[in-house]
Nanobody, 121 residues
Framework: QVQLVESGGGWVQPGGSLRLSCAAS????????MAWYRQAPGNQRELVAT???????DYAESGKGRFTISRDNAKNTVSLQMSSLKPEDTAVYYC???????????????WGQGTQVTVSS
């Protein structure tokens, strides 16, 4: 069974930095696309950053210039380096991936369980 597990969340002061990681495991043949989403209380889940298999990256305007997404294909991981954090960055951050596995003949979408990021004084 393919699973995504996030780690690295926690509390940080405004202006601080935090690095989130997501590890995919299971009978993985190919990870076509990976992304980070976040959801704050009372808000809908929103896209933070994306990184397809081609290696290009895209960022939501809210994190542009402050966040960096990267992936390690050998380890089946994706990371999100966050700097200059603001209180409005407080949310549960979720890993997302579209993965072709031995379990199915087509790519499926998977979500991690989420990791809490709290930015406050």
């Amino acid at each position: 069974q393919v699973q995504l597990v996030e780690s690295g969340g926690g509390w940080v002061q405004p202006g601080g930095s935090l690095r989130l990681s997501c590890a995919a495991s299971g009978s993985i043949l190919r990870i076509n696309f990976m992304a980070w989403y976040r959801q704050a209380p009372g808000n809908q889940r929103e896209l933070v950053a994306t990184i397809p298999s081609g290696g290009s990256t895209d960022y939501a305007e809210s994190g542009k210039g402050r966040f960096t997404i990267s992936r390690d294909n050998a380890k089946n991981t994706v990371s999100l380096q966050m700097s200059s954090l603001k209180p409005e960055d407080t949310a549960v951050y979720y890993c997302y991936a579209k993965i072709l596995s031995k379990d199915f003949g087509y790519a499926n979408v998977y979500w991690g369980q989420g990791t809490q990021v709290t930015v406050s004084s």
